[in-house]
């Protein structure tokens, strides 16, 4: 089962391509990155999205990768918080 990861504080002009290279180097396999971007502008947002293929894998990233500097930027790694479901309008 995979485990989803949210990647926070990455420095402008990193790539979905980087991030995969960095994550796979470090804890194993990674089944989808995602930068979250602006519609209008493509610029990046600061954070990603990153799925690992295990569970196993995913706590080897959040050890090793949480705080790694980038640029001089720390990364904040965690697992990310399920996506809250639509509120019911209505009876």
Request: charged share 25%; proline share 5%.
């Given at each position: 089962m995979s485990?989803?990861l949210?990647?926070d504080?990455?420095?402008?002009?990193?790539?979905?391509?980087?991030?995969r290279?960095l994550f796979?180097?470090q804890?194993?396999?990674?089944?989808?990155?995602?930068?979250?971007t602006?519609?209008?502008?493509g610029?990046?947002?600061?954070?990603a999205?990153?799925?690992m293929?295990?569970?196993e894998?995913?706590?080897?990233?959040v050890?090793?990768?949480?705080?790694h500097l980038?640029?001089g930027?720390?990364?904040?790694?965690?697992v990310?918080r399920p996506?809250?479901?639509p509120?019911?309008?209505g009876?």
């Amino acid at each position: 089962m995979s485990a989803r990861l949210f990647v926070d504080n990455l420095p402008a002009g990193t790539t979905e391509e980087a991030l995969r290279a960095l994550f796979e180097r470090q804890a194993g396999t990674v089944v989808h990155v995602s930068i979250m971007t602006d519609r209008r502008s493509g610029d990046s947002h600061g954070y990603a999205f990153v799925e690992m293929e295990t569970d196993e894998a995913a706590d080897r990233a959040v050890a090793r990768l949480h705080g790694h500097l980038i640029h001089g930027l720390p990364l904040h790694v965690s697992v990310a918080r399920p996506r809250a479901q639509p509120r019911k309008v209505g009876p």
